[in-house]
């Protein structure tokens, strides 16, 4: 998981609720990425950011939102837009393009 | 054996012999590749790269293979032990304005003891 963190392990959601996954890195590195993975499946990107300040949507942005206002944090929340937000969410974090990508140890939410 | 539709590839191996599991890649412009190990409920551990400048690059136990000219990835891992029993993922990185990494769909390793 290298410096990676990200809460909670496990994650509950109600019916039209916002939720937010923390990740937190202490690398320095400059770029980090969300992803989503549903069962026996590959990863799909939600969103990731490049710098402080600034972020790109990925494959599948639709009913996510992040922000990057410290370098080492970059919080998604997965919005009451998002109708099925089952899945494995995978936060990483690499120093810049052509560097190593690292994981942190991934959040699993879970509808009510 | 193979499965397809929901289900990833599947490779199984008895424990001592080697594998090889394989990927192939999407863009011939890509120059750098990466090995990752995901065990159930945890996210991808890095095993090795390769940089387009090689051809193969040798770590413990784990080899990467890189053939440019047909965009084929391949990953041997000597004596497979139970441990190696994961879900493996190769991914590319295309060095042109920060893109970020794109992810092959997975192959699960099973190892027989």
């Known amino acids: 998981d290298g410096g990676i963190t990200q809460s909670p392990k496990y994650l509950f959601r109600k019916e039209g609720q916002n939720v937010t996954l923390s990740c937190e890195q202490n690398?320095?590195?400059?770029?980090m990425y969300w992803y989503r993975q549903d069962p026996g499946q590959g990863l799909r990107l939600i969103y990731y950011?490049?710098?402080?300040?600034?972020?790109q949507k990925g494959d599948i942005a639709e009913g996510y939102s992040v922000s990057r206002e410290k370098k080492e944090s970059f919080p998604l929340t997965v919005t009451s837009a998002q109708k099925n937000p089952t899945a494995f969410y995978l936060c990483?974090?690499?120093?810049?393009?052509?560097?190593?990508?690292?994981f942190g140890p991934g959040t699993r939410l879970l509808v009510l | 054996g193979e499965s397809v539709g929901l289900h990833l590839p599947t490779l199984s191996v008895q424990e001592g012999d080697n594998s090889i599991i394989n990927c192939a890649y999407s863009?011939?412009?890509?120059?750098?590749f990466i090995w990752y190990k995901q065990e159930s409920g945890k996210g991808p551990q890095f095993i090795i790269d390769?940089?387009?400048?090689?051809d193969k690059r040798q770590g413990q136990r784990v080899t990467v293979l890189l053939n440019k000219t047909v965009k084929h990835l391949s990953l041997q891992i000597a004596a497979t032990q139970p441990g190696d029993s994961a879900v493996y993922f190769c991914?590319?990185?295309?060095?042109?304005?920060?893109?970020?990494?794109?992810f092959g769909k997975g192959t699960r390793l099973s190892v027989i003891a």
């Open positions: 990483a974090s690499t120093a810049g393009s052509g560097e190593t990508q690292y």
């Open positions: 690398l320095n590195h400059d770029a």
């Open positions: 950011s490049q710098i402080v300040n600034d972020f």
């Open positions: 863009n011939s412009a890509s120059d750098y």
């Open positions: 390769i940089r387009s400048n090689m």
């Open positions: 991914a590319e990185n295309i060095n042109s304005g920060n893109t970020p990494l794109v």
